[in-house]
């Protein structure tokens, strides 16, 4: 694998525009521990075995330390890919081995459901190694550039940053939400387990049945890591996505002021300060055009990841519904209490983790439809305009146009229509998992 891309940027202008708001009003709790949640991200994502993701490449790492992370990184990637696989494959059966058919028909869905995972794990392995460098040189690397930018030049509103840190605020919550709620299902299953097996008598029967327990625990543990490598490259997309509306809010409101400034000139004050204002839509336009191609190499960097996420998400949140389902029907109020609390939390944060994907991705396009209209309204101002930013108008125009949503994989755009597509099939395939266990549930009776 490459070496890391990591640069020093100079922070200079972030600090000096930051200074200028400071006098005006307070920091907020973002901007106090901003670098704090970048230098812990990328720790926890160097565990995690993501060394890809660097949130804030100010500070070059050391060589030696480089390497070995890079080191432990392939270890931990070929540990999950191919040890463990053979390790629980070898004892599938163990695994799976239960007298009750409905269990067994639950064991085979997570089982199904942690073989998605393992997929993506390869896929999001092969991806960061082929674009190691690719990732942090136009990914991390533009996005630093384009955040010192702003500071130094963005004098607006504080909304658009406000309303950044709170997507930021509730993607922290529901990571954290689904680690908290992974680990108490782990306890979970082996209190399923526990009571399930209690019943057998012989010891040779008990040692079975201790020896499942064990590997259905192990494997629980093992789909939590899968869970969580692949879920560091979907929070750097959506934390990038993120940036992107942010940058598009900023760019459009410091638009939107040279427009009142357009408004409020006659005509002998615009020729004056008609090159200032073509110079300034200039930049604009260029500005523009950097932080589309963020967003579109993001997308192009992630497409193969994301794709593999997106199915996993999509046969997780249809199998969480049978899971709920089957203890429902299988538990006493009692005992079920807790594993069916912990399934519709777990089917909730998948949701809400996905639905807040998408409506940032909606939002850049919203964001992107109003830009253009403000565009075309310098167009119809009343003031008479020069030609040179009659010119500039027309390329930021046309850079509008050309400029287009990115696709995933070049096929699907990645927008709330995805859920009423999840929704749909979530109900058939919860239909479908029902009849098998009504099936199963007819031959025990029988």
């Known amino acids: 694998m490459p070496q890391c891309g990591t640069v020093v940027i100079q922070f200079r202008a972030t600090a000096a525009g930051r200074a200028c708001g400071m006098c005006a009003k307070s920091q907020s709790f973002w901007e106090r ?9 990328h720790i926890y994502a160097s565990i995690c075995g993501q060394v890809i993701i660097d949130y804030a490449p100010q500070r070059p790492i050391r060589a030696p330390f480089k390497l070995l992370l890079i080191a432990y990184s392939h270890v931990l990637s070929l540990l999950l890919i191919v040890v463990l696989p053979g390790y629980f494959g070898y004892n599938y059966r163990a695994l799976t081995a239960t007298d009750d058919r409905r269990i067994q028909l639950v064991l085979y869905v997570g089982f199904a459901n942690t073989l998605i995972k393992y997929a993506t794990v390869i896929v999001t392995y092969v991806a960061n190694t082929c674009h190691f460098e690719a990732i942090n040189q136009r990914c991390s690397l533009q996005r630093a550039r384009l955040q010192a930018a702003f500071a130094a ?35 979970a299953i082996a209190r399923i387990d526990s009571d399930t097996d209690s019943d057998s008598d012989s010891d040779s029967d008990s040692a079975a049945a201790a020896q499942g327990r064990r590997l259905r625990i192990q494997f629980a543990i093992y789909a939590f890591v899968l869970w969580n490598y692949t879920e560091n490259m979907a929070d750097y997309f959506y934390y990038v996505n993120s940036c992107v509306l942010l940058y598009f809010r900023l760019l459009h409101m410091q638009l939107q002021e040279e427009l009142e400034q357009l408004r409020r000139l006659g005509c002998g004050r615009l020729l004056l300060y008609g090159c200032r204002l073509c110079d300034r839509i200039g930049l604009l336009r260029e500005r523009y055009a950097q932080i589309h191609g963020l967003y579109a190499d993001s997308f192009r960097m992630h497409q193969f990841q994301l794709l593999g996420l997106m199915l996993t998400t999509l046969i997780t949140n249809l199998t969480n519904l049978f899971t709920i389902f089957n203890l429902l029907a299988t538990s006493s109020c009692a005992f079920g209490s807790f594993p069916i609390a912990v399934s519709g939390v777990y089917a909730l944060g998948f949701y809400l983790d996905t639905y807040l994907l998408s409506l940032v991705g909606e939002y850049i396009k919203v964001e992107q439809t ?77």
């Open 33 to 41: 521990h901003e670098l704090k949640f970048y230098r812990y991200g």
């Open 153 to 187: 030049s963005y004098r607006g509103s504080g909304w658009p940053k406000r309303s950044f840190e709170l997507f930021m605020y509730l993607k922290f919550v529901l990571i954290n939400l689904m680690i908290i709620v992974q680990i108490c299902a782990i306890f």
């Open 370 to 446: 109003r830009l253009a209209l403000t565009v075309r309204q310098f167009s119809e101002s009343p003031a008479l305009q020069p030609p040179s930013l009659n010119q500039e108008l027309e390329q930021f125009s046309l850079l509008l146009m050309h400029c287009r949503q990115p696709m995933l994989c070049g096929v699907v755009y990645l927008d709330r229509r995805l859920i009423y597509l999840i929704s749909v099939t979530a109900f058939s395939y919860f239909i479908t998992l029902v009849q098998f266990d009504i099936y199963l549930r007819t031959q025990h009776n029988k």
